[in-house]
């Protein structure tokens, strides 16, 4: 692909359109615009007619004549870019975050317990639902218990889950409710922790998790499901994104975000993964889209194993801080391979969250079983199945064969390793860094790197992701020894990873993701120039500006361009 640039018919191009142009038609100029087209130079204008990109390319003399009722756009030195979108995130999730106790930033197990003293005395009546607290740097060096939640909110049922979403940790009157006591056997695919007593700690991993029973009348949304997605999104549309993916998306509210999008309340695309109980329904009816692509509905989402920092994801080899597990796998082989043939079958794209070694080589293994048990020619899709492993974290090197000969879509997020430095080194060892967080070793071979963010396991902000996508530090500069800094990427990549490369994975990449004529306009623009600024500048990065479809989505009040 590459730019369209038109400059000799510009001026007849403006002055073919009739005078009662649609709204959504404009023209943006006043600061750098990257296409996202490789080797193309950076443009001056472009223009949008009926939410189409219709020109990119050089500011023409004194800039034309625009036609009555179009919007001019001066992006005042900002920086514009193809529309960002989240290749991997929860929608419903960073709604909740906005409505519940968010604990993300925690500094210590003292200020967590602060933060839910003061809740509890805010909000006397009813459960206590968080999230996002990580002990990996804590003063205190350990997990939240039950007996820590019952000191700061005493007789509540409260439910704080750990920031990847893999564990929980839960007041006494939820484990009384849920009937788990010292002599309560954990869950395949889950881990009850018990102290040397022998008697539940409050903290379930995994599986373990749906042991936990709620009280009469009690439901896990903050608010009414409209809401909560209604929050998610003007946060995703503040922050510059244009699109998510909505992993794990509950297939019950699959006909909500519908309406949603119908009723013109989804100021962003989503592209949704849905939870396994959906998936015989999806694969019956087959891909759904609504509201001009606004809404899709193509895929569904399993789950291989569990998550490092809850020592849930599964290796070939023990944990180097704990020899005694090697982490906990999700499905099996017997409960997979059916699943992934018939959405072969159906035309719908398998995303499969896989984090350890063992665990992605287990997905890529029945992966292949089920495409060679269903030939292409039984296959809507043909060859062009774009199946992706979600996370893919943890990899042997001699395993990135599998993303290149299937081929395998590997969906990653950034921010994820300028996180997990801290503690995947204790984890791991030194030996299993060779691959992880291989960003670079996967795009050298050719494969697709999807960017993402997992919020709310993250914050969700784009600024971030490409930051840690290109300096793989933490937001402090540090990188710690040893964690393969050559597996950072330019920035040209980070950008494909954040637009290009997600419009490919939900098969839009033929109207979505670059900045050229006849694509959907779907634009970011950023406060600081992504592609130039200082990398250390790069985290303090703010949308200025979000539009999809031609439409303008945010605004920020005052976009000023930063020197």
């Given at each position: 692909?590459?730019a369209?640039?038109?400059?000799?018919?510009?001026a007849?191009?403006?002055?073919?359109?009739?005078?009662?142009a649609l709204?959504?038609d404009?023209?943006i100029?006043?600061g750098?615009?990257y296409?996202?087209v490789?080797?193309?130079?950076?443009?001056?204008?472009?223009?949008v007619?009926?939410g189409?990109?219709t020109y990119?390319?050089?500011?023409?003399?004194?800039?034309?004549?625009?036609?009555?009722?179009?919007?001019?756009?001066?992006?005042?030195?900002?920086?514009l870019?193809?529309?960002?979108?989240?290749?991997h995130?929860?929608?419903?999730?960073i709604?909740?975050?906005?409505?519940?106790?968010?604990?993300?930033?925690?500094?210590?197990?003292?200020e967590?317990?602060?933060?839910l003293?003061?809740?509890?005395?805010?909000?006397?009546?009813?459960?206590?639902?968080?999230r996002?607290?990580i002990?990996t740097?804590?003063?205190?060096?350990?997990?939240?218990?039950?007996?820590?939640?019952?000191?700061?909110?005493?007789?509540?049922f409260?439910m704080?889950s750990?920031?990847d979403?893999?564990a929980?940790?839960?007041?006494?009157?939820v484990?009384?409710?849920?009937?788990?006591?010292?002599?309560?056997?954990?869950?395949?695919g889950g881990?009850?922790?018990?102290?040397?007593?022998g008697?539940?700690t409050?903290?379930?991993?995994?599986?373990a998790m749906g042991?936990?029973?709620?009280?009469?009348?009690?439901?896990d949304?903050?608010?009414?499901?409209?809401?909560?997605?209604?929050?998610?999104?003007?946060?995703?549309?503040?922050?510059?994104?244009?699109?998510i993916?909505f992993m794990?998306?509950?297939?019950?509210?699959?006909?909500l975000?519908?309406?949603?999008?119908?009723?013109?309340?989804?100021?962003?695309?989503?592209?949704n993964?849905?939870?396994?109980?959906?998936?015989?329904?999806?694969?019956a009816?087959?891909?759904r889209?609504?509201?001009?692509g606004?809404?899709v509905?193509?895929?569904?989402?399993?789950?291989?194993?569990g998550?490092?920092?809850?020592?849930?994801?599964a290796?070939?080899?023990?944990?180097?801080?704990?020899?005694?597990?090697t982490?906990?796998?999700?499905?099996?082989?017997?409960e997979?391979?059916p699943?992934?043939?018939?959405a072969?079958r159906?035309?719908?794209?398998?995303?499969?969250?896989?984090?350890g070694?063992r665990g992605?080589?287990s997905v890529?293994?029945w992966?292949?079983?089920?495409l060679?048990?269903?030939?292409?020619?039984?296959?809507?899709n043909g060859?062009d199945?774009?199946?992706?492993?979600?996370?893919?974290?943890?990899?042997?090197p001699?395993?990135?064969?599998?993303?290149?000969?299937?081929p395998?879509i590997?969906?990653?997020?950034?921010?994820?390793?300028?996180?997990?430095l801290?503690f995947?080194?204790?984890?791991?060892?030194?030996?299993?860094?060779?691959?992880?967080?291989?960003?670079?070793s996967l795009?050298?071979?050719?494969?697709?790197?999807?960017?993402?963010?997992?919020?709310?396991?993250?914050?969700?902000?784009?600024a971030i992701?490409?930051y840690?996508a290109?300096?793989?530090?933490?937001?402090?500069?540090?990188?710690?020894?040893?964690?393969r800094?050559?597996?950072?990427?330019d920035?040209?990549?980070a950008?494909?990873?954040?637009?290009?490369?997600?419009?490919?994975?939900?098969f839009?990449e033929?109207e979505?993701?670059t900045?050229?004529?006849?694509?959907?306009?779907?634009?970011?623009?950023f406060?600081?120039?992504?592609?130039t600024?200082?990398?250390?500048?790069?985290p303090?990065?703010?949308?200025v500006?979000?539009i999809?479809?031609?439409?303008?989505?945010?605004r920020?009040?005052?976009?000023?361009?930063?020197?």
């Open positions: 692909m590459r369209t640039i038109l400059p000799c018919a510009l007849a191009l403006l002055l073919a359109v009739p005078g009662g709204a959504q404009m023209l100029e006043g750098p615009i296409t996202g490789p080797g193309a130079p950076v443009a001056e204008m472009v223009i007619e009926d189409r990109i990119v390319g050089p500011r023409r003399g004194q800039g034309p004549i625009v036609p009555l009722g179009w919007q001019v756009i001066d992006l005042k030195g900002a920086a870019f193809p529309g960002f979108t989240d290749g995130a929860h929608l419903d999730g709604g909740a975050r906005e409505m519940t106790l968010n604990l993300e930033g925690s500094a210590s197990v003292a967590a317990m602060a933060r003293e003061a809740w509890a005395v805010a909000h006397p009546e009813g459960p206590i639902i968080g996002g607290w002990e740097h804590w003063p205190e060096g350990r997990f939240l218990t039950a007996a820590d939640l019952d000191a700061a909110a005493p007789g509540r409260v704080l750990r920031a979403g893999h929980a940790v839960v007041s006494t009157p484990l009384a409710l849920s009937g788990i006591d010292a002599e309560t056997v954990a869950p395949a881990e009850i922790l018990k102290g040397p007593d008697q539940p409050g903290l379930l991993v995994d599986a042991l936990l029973r709620a009280p009469e009348g009690y439901s949304s903050p608010a009414a499901p409209r809401e909560v997605y209604r929050a998610g999104f003007a946060v995703y549309a503040r922050y510059g994104w244009t699109g993916h794990s998306a509950p297939w019950g509210d699959v006909p975000l519908e309406a949603m999008a119908e009723a013109g309340e989804a100021p962003i695309r989503v592209y993964s849905v939870t396994p109980d959906g998936a015989a329904a999806l694969f009816s087959g891909p889209s609504v509201a001009d606004r809404v509905t193509r895929a569904v989402k399993m789950y291989a194993d998550a490092l920092g809850s020592r849930g994801a290796l070939f080899a023990p944990y180097s801080d704990r020899p005694d597990t982490g906990l796998m999700q499905m099996t082989r017997e997979a391979v699943v992934y043939e018939a072969l159906s035309g719908i794209q398998v995303a499969t969250h896989a984090i070694d992605n080589a890529a293994e992966y292949a079983e089920a060679e048990a269903v030939p292409a020619s039984e296959r809507p060859e199945v774009r199946w992706r492993i979600e996370h893919a974290q943890i990899l042997r001699e395993d990135y064969r599998w993303f290149v000969d299937l395998i590997a969906s990653m997020q950034p921010s994820h390793a300028i996180g997990d801290h995947a080194p204790a984890r791991l060892g030194d030996a299993r860094l060779d691959g992880a967080y291989a960003w670079h795009v050298d071979l050719g494969v697709i790197v999807v960017g993402g963010s997992d919020a709310p396991v993250e914050r969700g902000d784009p992701e490409f840690a290109v300096a793989r530090r933490d937001l402090s500069g540090f990188q710690g020894p040893d964690w800094p050559d597996e950072a990427v920035r040209m990549t950008l494909h990873m954040f637009t290009l490369w997600p419009a490919y994975a939900s839009r033929e979505l993701g900045i050229e004529v006849g694509k959907r306009a779907d634009f970011t623009a406060d600081i120039d992504l592609m600024a200082p990398e250390a500048e790069l303090n990065a703010k949308a500006l979000t999809v479809d031609g439409e303008v989505v945010y920020a009040e005052e976009a000023t361009s930063r020197p």
